[in-house]
């Protein structure tokens, strides 16, 4: 390979975007350009295929990258709403589907799944992860490659997956987007990377370094991350591309001099290929003429491309065939979003059992913007998600109880309205109804790259709208779409019930009127801790214990003083320290107790396991799934340990009446922790283990774990 052509190997262009000119074409047969994103429709890409295979020098196929996050086609629920689902099995067929219609339209790479934690729902990018846990976020991340990447790279139904945003995007300070990170070493290691280092178990290709400063150093220039965890622990031997742009963007951070400079570091920290930005195709071989950069270093980054190619078979495939309709928005690719939107949704609330409303209801009255509404429903990040195909829930709420009883009325514009002109129109809709679903929450603008919020309440007039609906008199039940935790205690007080579907996709009007009338019962469990005020952030379950922390629900001025420090401890004056909803939150249209907590071992030596056990009963009148959870403490440590951590779940599916054991098995190397050597170590002493329904409840036992 000549040097251009290896510096076209490393460059990922945006610019086929809408069509292939001429000047692309003469820059393919060139090989100036070993990647598109984005690029145009299926027969520009195959064109500029043909042109790479054939009329090139070397006859390297090109390959076509798409922010495919959620779904292509048919859209599945947001990530943070499929991770609710606590189903990898269901996420894994999503993400399959996800490739089958990529791949049917000659796209080769998609730009997920997104695994950053994030621990601030102010973050618009919480909309696109699996949420605050390492642990569940490991599990969703490994089955999303799994489903992208399917059992063969090369198969006809697999795409190249790319782990995203390596790493540490999530802390941003604030939770304003971009902005920058301080990750302590220990928290990157036993938190931040655990996702990614599970996707890169799971086969992962790619990687795609990220935006955010990392501890000073830009994390597309941080040869801690990109060379010695990637590269030398984790062995990964697929490629990294950069985000758009964030190589040059490390001249803004103050790190790089200029694009060459940027270039030159971001190549010797392990950035493979460059999107979007060309300071590798500006500057490469002057620096490497100049001596600046070691030529080996190009060399490394094109095996790394050119081996990812070769093993999605882009050498062998020939360009697809213009793809049938039929391979988009099946009736299986569509079944499996509903039933992920069904498994997604995490019922609050559900006051006197108001939920699920009865089929022989004589009338409801549906309001609110959200319930008819194709585009939010989506919600962000969707490229090539159809609208016209989306099943709204007043479409569905029709199709299941007929048009004639159901009364539906938006009272607002969008969910950021706030006029109050539909507001009596949205009254009179409640008229002869015997139940009042309101749809709320945020449109899909709301969330998502570049849409951080500094509130969390409601946008618009929508705590207006329901204080007007409550003086009817009419039983309120609410379903809350939204691209992340948001809070809404005006709201809650006022309604019976409350169902959180997140942005439910596709499928979602089918999937809630399942829900809402009993077809389904609700199973999903928060993955992301719901604060009580914004003020709260950050709040996560697996938070340290402090010296000094809170006992229950204290609330109000202590009334110790400087001198008498009576009750001086790690809380607000104003609002209770614990989350509105905690991690692994979520109710059912039954009841379950969790008893009889048993350990099969009582010291566990080092290197050894033990079984926990415990019985789940459904204690409720109808057949529902719940997911029982594994926690363990540490109690005492080189470095200190979360109350709780997240070690094990399992969804169960229990007829009234039924009980059932869950079994679960913890090894020692379960245990294990960074040490303040950077060594991944389990230490003996006292442990403590819960199995039950969400990380603040749940049958407590303990052990402990010898040399
Ligand atoms: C965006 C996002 C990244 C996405 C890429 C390509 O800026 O940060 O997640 O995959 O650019 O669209």
Known sequence: MTLDEKIGQMSQSTSMGHSISEAIKAEIRAGRWGSFLNAGNAGDRAEAQRIALKESRL??????????????????????????????????????????????????????????????????????????????????????????????????????????????????????????????????????????????????????????DLNGVPASGNKLTLRQVLREEWKFDGFVVSDWDSVIEMISHGYAAGRADAALKAIQAGVDMEMVSTSYRENVKSLIETGKLDAKLVDESVRNILRVKLRLGLFDKPVPAAPAASAFLAPDALAIAERLAAESAVLLKNDGGALPLSKSISKV?????????????????????????????????????????????????????????????????????????????????????????????????????????????????????????????????????????????TMGGPALASLLFGDAAPSGKLTASFPRTVGQVPVYYNHMNTGRPPS???????????????????KYLDVDFTPEYPFGFGLSYTTFEYTNLRLSAGPVHMGGHLTVTADVANT????????AQLYIRDLVASVTQPVRELKGFQRVHLKAGEKRVVEFTL??????????QMQLVTEPGEFHVWIGPDSARGQRGSFRVTD
């Open 59 to 212: 006859g390297i196929p090109l390959l076509f990258g798409r922010d495919v996050i959620h779904g292509y086609q048919t859209v599945f629920p947001i990530p943070l709403g499929q991770a609710a689902s606590w189903d990898p099995g269901l996420v894994e067929q999503a993400a399959h589907i996800a490739a089958r219609e990529t791949a049917a339209d000659g796209i080769h790479w998609t730009f997920a799944p997104m695994v950053d934690i994030a621990r601030d729902p102010r973050w618009g990018r919480i909309a696109e992860g699996m949420g605050e846990d390492p642990y569940l976020g490991s599990a969703m991340a490994a089955a999303m490659v799994r489903g992208f990447q399917g059992k063969a790279l090369d198969g006809p139904e697999s795409i190249a997956a790319c782990v995203k945003h390596y790493v540490g995007y999530g802390a941003a300070e604030g939770g304003r987007d971009y902005n920058t990170t301080w990750i302590p070493e220990i928290l990157l290691r036993d938190v931040y990377l655990r996702p990614f280092h599970a996707a890169r178990d799971a086969g992962a290709a790619t990687f795609m370094s990220a935006f955010n």
């Open 620 to 627: 409720g009148s109808r057949e529902a799934d719940e997911v």
């Open 365 to 505: 009255a549906v309001v609110g913007p959200l319930a008819d509404s194709a585009v939010d429903q989506m919600g962000c990040w969707v490229a090539d998600g159809k609208a016209a195909a989306v099943r709204t829930p007043v479409a569905a709420l029709r199709s299941l109880l007929g048009a004639a009883r159901v009364a539906y009325a938006p009272g607002l514009k969008s969910s950021r309205d706030t006029s109050t002109a539909g507001f009596a129109a949205a009254v009179e809709a409640t008229r002869g109804a015997d139940a009042v679903v309101l749809f709320l929450g945020e449109e899909q603008v709301l969330s998502g790259e570049a849409h951080s919020r500094a509130f969390l309440g409601l946008p618009g007039a929508q705590e207006a709208l329901v204080g007007e609906l409550a003086k009817t008199g009419k039983p309120l039940v609410a379903v809350i779409m939204a691209g992340r935790p948001l809070t809404f205690p005006a709201v809650s007080s006022k309604v019976k019930a409350v169902l959180y579907a997140w942005h439910p996709g």
């Open 667 to 676: 090894s020692t190397a379960d245990l294990a922790f960074h040490n303040r």
């Open 552 to 570: 229950a629900s204290e609330l109000g001025i202590p009334m110790g003083t400087p001198l008498d420090p009576k009750d001086f401890t790690s």
